[in-house]
C-alpha cells in the first residue's frame, strides 16, 4: 500500500488561503468518506484536526476545512496565521492496508 | 482524561527484539481498537499496526508483517507491541493511538517512544 500523495510543503502569507491536497486511490480516499487530516508540530505529537473528510473535532479552529473531490482530499486553511506553520497528514482507511498516511506537507507562513 | 504512556524504547542491535508498551487511562480501554503509529528522524508518519477493540483481529503495514506482534491486556489497560528481527529501518518514535472506529480517527496519540536500531 503506497501513501497517499501530498505535496511536500505549501506557503502563503498571513491573512491567505491555502489548500493542501491528498491524492489516493479508488480503494481508499476514493471509497470511504473516512479521511482524517493531522497537524504536527515540530517536536510534538499529532493532532486530529479533521476527521470524516470534513468534520472538525471540538475546540479546532474554523479556519480549518476540509473537502473531497473523487481520489483526492483537501485539507483548507483559511485566514492563514503564524501558529499554523506546521506539518500537516492526511490518513485514511483502505481495501488493503488498511489505513495508509498521507506523505506529509509543510506549512510555511512567510 | 485520556491518557496514553509508551515506554520500552532504546537503543537495539540490530537483529534484536523489543517490547514496547502503552499504558491506556481515562477510558474504557476494551471498547477500543488501538494502533502503532511509528515516525523515523524528519520522515512522515506511518502506520504500523491495529488491534481490534476484543483483540481478535490484527493487521500490519507490509513491512513489519512476520516479525511484529500487536497484543493488547484489558485488564491491565495495556497495549504492546513486540518487534522481532530489528533492522535500521525500524528507527523510529513509536506512538500508541486510539481510533475510534466509525469515524477511522485517531483522538488521542501517546507521547511516543524513540527506538533506534543500531551496532
Known amino acids: 500500500q503506497s501513501a497517499l500523495t501530498q505535496p511536500a510543503s505549501v506557503s502563503g502569507s498571513p491573512g491567505q488561503s491555502i489548500t493542501i491536497s491528498c491524492t489516493g486511490t479508488s480503494g481508499d480516499v476514493g471509497l470511504y468518506n473516512l479521511v482524517s487530516w493531522y497537524q504536527q508540530e515540530p517536536g510534538k505529537v499529532p493532532k486530529l484536526i479533521i476527521y470524516e473528510v470534513n468534520r472538525r473535532p471540538s475546540g479546532v479552529s474554523s479556519r480549518f476545512s476540509g473537502s473531497k473531490s473523487g481520489s483526492t482530499a483537501s485539507l483548507t486553511i483559511s485566514g492563514l496565521q503564524a501558529e499554523d506553520q506546521s506539518d500537516y497528514y492526511c490518513f485514511s482507511y483502505a481495501t488493503t492496508s488498511p489505513y495508509v498516511f498521507g506523505t506529509g506537507t509543510r506549512v510555511t507562513v512567510l | ?119
Not at chain 2, 515516525?39 to 500490519?60: C, F, M, N, T
Open chain 2, 1 to 119: 482524561q485520556v491518557q496514553l504512556v509508551e515506554s520500552g524504547g532504546g537503543v537495539v542491535q540490530p537483529g534484536r527484539s523489543l517490547r514496547l508498551s502503552c499504558a491506556a487511562s481515562g477510558f474504557t480501554f476494551s471498547s477500543y481498537a488501538m494502533h502503532w503509529v511509528r515516525q523515523a528522524p524528519d520522515k512522515g508518519l506511518e502506520w504500523v499496526a491495529v488491534i481490534s477493540d476484543d483483540g481478535r483481529h490484527k493487521d500490519y503495514v507490509d513491512s513489519v508483517k512476520g516479525r511484529f506482534t500487536i497484543s493488547r491486556d484489558d485488564s491491565e489497560n495495556t497495549l504492546y507491541l513486540h518487534m522481532n528481527r530489528l533492522s535500521a529501518e525500524d528507527t523510529a518514535v513509536y506512538y500508541c493511538a486510539r481510533i475510534t472506529t466509525a469515524t477511522a480517527a485517531f483522538d488521542s496519540w501517546g507521547q511516543g517512544t524513540l527506538v533506534f536500531v543500531s551496532s
